[in-house]
């Protein structure tokens, strides 16, 4: 009776459960010592990273996606066309909503263009290392041509 009663005041009622906020510092602060995607390179004392938000692919407070609310991924699809996924900051509890990504299927320019406009509006630092990702996947999408050895006569 008193668990009915309780939870059925009207202060209880409309309550939701909010989402605990942290700085990007903070979540950096907890993530960059030991994550799943972190690779330490013993010869060099690099640090990589294999996070799919992570453009650069470098161990970095800019370039991760885990610690910033903003990231985005350029990747390849299976036809080989160039996908753009931008993390969707709104989507707190919900990881299957929390991004958003567009396909585009047209040529090395208009693809490069398309990346700008993307990151220009959302972060601009990362519109060179994004335009050079989709340009190496577009041309390791492109088949080759076999040359034809002609002999001199």
């Known amino acids: ?9 009207p202060f209880l009622s409309n309550f939701t459960p909010s989402i605990a906020k942290m700085s990007s510092d903070l979540k950096w602060q907890i993530v960059k010592k ?5 690779l330490k390179n013993r010869c060099d004392h690099k640090y990589f990273s294999t996070e799919k938000t992570n453009i650069a692919r470098v161990h970095s407070f800019k370039n991760s ?17 160039v996908v753009v996924t ?16 567009v396909t585009l299927r047209r040529g090395a320019r208009p693809t490069t263009k398309s990346i700008s406009g993307i ?25 080759k041509k076999e040359k034809t050895k002609t002999s001199r006569h």
């Not at 030991?34 to 972190?38: G, I, V």
């Not at 931008?86 to 990504?101: D, L, V, Y």
């Open 1 to 9: 009776f008193f668990f009915f009663f309780f939870f059925s005041t």
């Open 65 to 81: 996606g885990i610690a910033n609310d903003k990231a985005l991924s350029v990747e390849a699809d299976a036809s080989g066309n």
């Open 34 to 38: 030991s994550n799943k995607f972190l």
């Open 86 to 101: 931008i993390k969707n900051k709104k989507a707190g509890r919900k990881p299957n909503a929390g991004s958003e990504s």
């Open 119 to 143: 990151c220009s509006g959302y972060r601009a630092d990362l519109t060179k290392l994004a335009q050079a990702r989709a340009s190496a996947i577009i041309l390791s999408s492109k088949t």
